[in-house]
């Protein structure tokens, strides 16, 4: 009797399909990329500009109006900077997931016409926000040079960090847009959803401002150690270990998010040409 074969995990068969379509993935990024900016002078300048005057927004009324101070731990003693390397994962999660969300109504043209893989278009999204995030980054460096002088040798570490962004937003994104395919108020609730996701990170706000029974909201929350990591690895000037048992934690969050946005869609996705 010839021995049957094992049948493949449905999460490994899924990550599998994403790498063999490679190609398909990078021709969906650039197409993405160069969309956003079609038709305007400025280009991928206007990605930077949206997030610094939001930044300074926020700064004029914290730091200025509001006297808000840094936490003992910080490290840096510039606001500024401080807000700056906290804005910047939140940026990459956020607009991922939000442009995810309504992403396959306005692909509906492949997904119904064509024998076509729907679920690379948020792993497109992301690594089309990826390169822009990366031109934030090289801002953040340079503001770094001439507010305090320095830059810290732990940025070779931001990929690790990168990469859970990235599982935690595509899983996300891979919820909100099939929901959103079935329901159209999935946009207007994830708006106020990631409005809500915000303030519960600690990017305008520091931790010990937040009364001990909200502190769960805190520890619960995924991006709270993503961020506190990325002002290490940026503002740090020396190259201190990272903390593993947070960066374990942010991992298993982040895997587990994508496995079950991966599982939740593949399910959803059998519908999808008949409802689009």
Known sequence: ??????????????????????????????????????????????????????????????????????????????????LLSGYLPWMLFQDTVTRSASSLVEQSNLITKTVFPSEVVAVAIFLSSLIQHLIGLGVVMVAGLVLVHSVSPMLLLLPVYMLLVGLLAIGIGWIASSLHVYLRDTGQVLTIVMTLWFWATPIMIRKDQVPPYLQFIIQW???????????????????????????????????????AGGLFFRVLKRGFADVL
């Open 1 to 82: 009797m010839t021995p049957t074969r094992p049948k493949s995990l449905p999460g490994r068969h899924f990550v599998r399909n994403l790498i063999e379509r490679r190609a398909l993935i990078a021709q969906l990024v650039r197409r993405d990329f160069d969309q956003r900016y079609i038709g305007s002078a400025a280009g991928w300048l206007w990605g930077v500009a949206h997030p610094l005057i939001s930044l300074l927004t926020y700064y004029f009324v914290f730091q200025i109006c509001l006297k808000q101070t840094l936490p003992t731990d910080a490290p840096t003693t510039s606001y500024v900077m401080f």
């Open 221 to 259: 929350n995924p991006l709270s150690r993503i961020v506190e990591a990325y002002r290490d690895e940026i503002l740090r000037p020396t190259w201190p270990w990272p903390n593993l048992h947070e960066l374990g934690i942010g991992a298993a969050y982040s895997i587990a998010v994508f496995i």
